[in-house]
Nanobody
Protein backbone atom coordinates (compact mmCIF):
# COMPACT_ATOMS: atom_id res chain seq x y z
CA UNK A 1 0.00 0.00 0.00
CA UNK A 2 1.30 3.40 -0.98
CA UNK A 3 1.88 5.90 1.81
CA UNK A 4 2.57 9.59 1.35
CA UNK A 5 3.74 11.79 4.20
CA UNK A 6 3.92 15.55 3.77
CA UNK A 7 6.02 17.92 5.86
CA UNK A 8 7.07 21.54 5.83
CA UNK A 9 3.80 23.37 6.32
CA UNK A 10 3.44 26.20 8.77
CA UNK A 11 2.79 29.89 9.24
CA UNK A 12 4.56 32.49 7.10
CA UNK A 13 4.14 36.20 6.48
CA UNK A 14 3.13 37.44 3.03
CA UNK A 15 6.14 37.49 0.74
CA UNK A 16 7.81 34.70 2.63
CA UNK A 17 8.80 31.22 1.54
CA UNK A 18 8.11 27.63 2.55
CA UNK A 19 9.30 24.32 1.22
CA UNK A 20 6.97 21.33 1.33
CA UNK A 21 8.27 17.80 1.06
CA UNK A 22 6.52 14.51 0.49
CA UNK A 23 8.02 11.11 1.13
CA UNK A 24 6.44 8.16 -0.69
CA UNK A 25 6.80 4.65 0.65
CA UNK A 26 5.34 1.26 -0.07
CA UNK A 27 5.59 1.92 -3.78
CA UNK A 28 7.92 0.35 -6.30
CA UNK A 29 6.65 2.48 -9.14
CA UNK A 30 7.53 6.01 -8.00
CA UNK A 31 9.66 6.71 -11.07
CA UNK A 32 6.77 5.51 -13.27
CA UNK A 33 4.23 7.84 -11.73
CA UNK A 34 3.14 11.41 -11.91
CA UNK A 35 3.46 13.19 -8.58
CA UNK A 36 1.99 16.47 -7.60
CA UNK A 37 0.69 18.93 -5.07
CA UNK A 38 -2.90 19.98 -4.63
CA UNK A 39 -4.52 22.33 -2.16
CA UNK A 40 -7.90 22.82 -0.61
CA UNK A 41 -9.63 25.45 1.45
CA UNK A 42 -12.87 24.86 3.36
CA UNK A 43 -15.90 24.98 1.14
CA UNK A 44 -13.94 24.69 -2.09
CA UNK A 45 -12.84 21.81 -4.28
CA UNK A 46 -9.33 20.51 -4.14
CA UNK A 47 -7.27 22.13 -6.88
CA UNK A 48 -4.06 21.31 -8.67
CA UNK A 49 -1.06 23.40 -7.65
CA UNK A 50 1.74 21.66 -9.56
CA UNK A 51 2.35 18.26 -11.09
CA UNK A 52 5.36 16.57 -12.62
CA UNK A 53 4.95 13.55 -14.88
CA UNK A 54 7.10 10.44 -15.02
CA UNK A 55 8.80 11.99 -18.01
CA UNK A 56 9.51 15.26 -16.23
CA UNK A 57 6.80 17.43 -17.79
CA UNK A 58 5.56 20.04 -15.34
CA UNK A 59 2.25 21.81 -15.01
CA UNK A 60 1.52 24.71 -12.68
CA UNK A 61 -1.69 26.42 -11.76
CA UNK A 62 -1.74 29.90 -13.25
CA UNK A 63 -2.01 31.37 -9.76
CA UNK A 64 1.35 29.95 -8.67
CA UNK A 65 3.31 29.95 -11.92
CA UNK A 66 6.56 31.82 -11.45
CA UNK A 67 6.39 31.63 -7.66
CA UNK A 68 6.31 27.88 -6.94
CA UNK A 69 8.71 25.20 -8.12
CA UNK A 70 8.03 21.47 -8.03
CA UNK A 71 10.80 18.89 -8.12
CA UNK A 72 11.16 15.16 -7.68
CA UNK A 73 13.93 12.82 -6.61
CA UNK A 74 13.35 9.35 -7.99
CA UNK A 75 16.25 7.92 -5.99
CA UNK A 76 14.67 9.02 -2.71
CA UNK A 77 11.00 8.70 -3.69
CA UNK A 78 10.33 12.29 -2.74
CA UNK A 79 8.61 15.27 -4.27
CA UNK A 80 9.05 18.85 -3.09
CA UNK A 81 7.35 22.16 -3.60
CA UNK A 82 9.32 25.36 -3.12
CA UNK A 83 6.89 28.19 -2.51
CA UNK A 84 8.16 31.75 -2.78
CA UNK A 85 6.45 35.14 -2.64
CA UNK A 86 3.59 33.61 -0.71
CA UNK A 87 0.26 35.40 -0.64
CA UNK A 88 -2.65 35.15 1.81
CA UNK A 89 -4.66 33.43 -0.91
CA UNK A 90 -2.12 30.58 -0.87
CA UNK A 91 -3.46 29.63 2.55
CA UNK A 92 -4.78 26.07 2.33
CA UNK A 93 -4.17 22.47 3.23
CA UNK A 94 -1.64 21.11 0.76
CA UNK A 95 -1.83 17.49 -0.31
CA UNK A 96 0.74 15.34 -2.03
CA UNK A 97 -0.53 12.89 -4.65
CA UNK A 98 0.81 10.11 -6.82
CA UNK A 99 -0.72 8.36 -9.84
CA UNK A 100 0.93 5.71 -11.93
CA UNK A 101 1.48 6.29 -15.64
CA UNK A 102 2.37 3.95 -18.47
CA UNK A 103 5.10 4.67 -21.00
CA UNK A 104 2.66 6.68 -23.10
CA UNK A 105 1.79 8.89 -20.18
CA UNK A 106 -1.69 7.46 -19.66
CA UNK A 107 -2.84 7.20 -16.07
CA UNK A 108 -3.23 3.55 -15.11
CA UNK A 109 -4.13 3.75 -11.44
CA UNK A 110 -6.20 5.78 -9.07
CA UNK A 111 -4.75 8.67 -7.11
CA UNK A 112 -3.17 8.09 -3.73
CA UNK A 113 -3.15 11.01 -1.31
CA UNK A 114 -1.20 12.14 1.68
CA UNK A 115 -2.87 13.39 4.84
CA UNK A 116 -2.18 17.04 4.05
CA UNK A 117 -0.16 19.82 5.63
CA UNK A 118 -1.50 23.24 6.56
CA UNK A 119 -0.01 26.40 5.09
CA UNK A 120 -1.11 29.71 6.58
CA UNK A 121 0.03 32.97 5.03
CA UNK A 122 -0.77 35.81 7.36
CA UNK A 123 0.73 38.96 8.77
Amino acid sequence: QVQLVESGGGVVVPGGSLRLSCAVSGSIFFSSAAVGWYRQVPGKERELVARISRGGSINYADSVNGRFTISRDNAKNTVSLQMNSLKPEDTAVYYCAIQRQNSRGDYVSGVSWGQGTQVLVSS
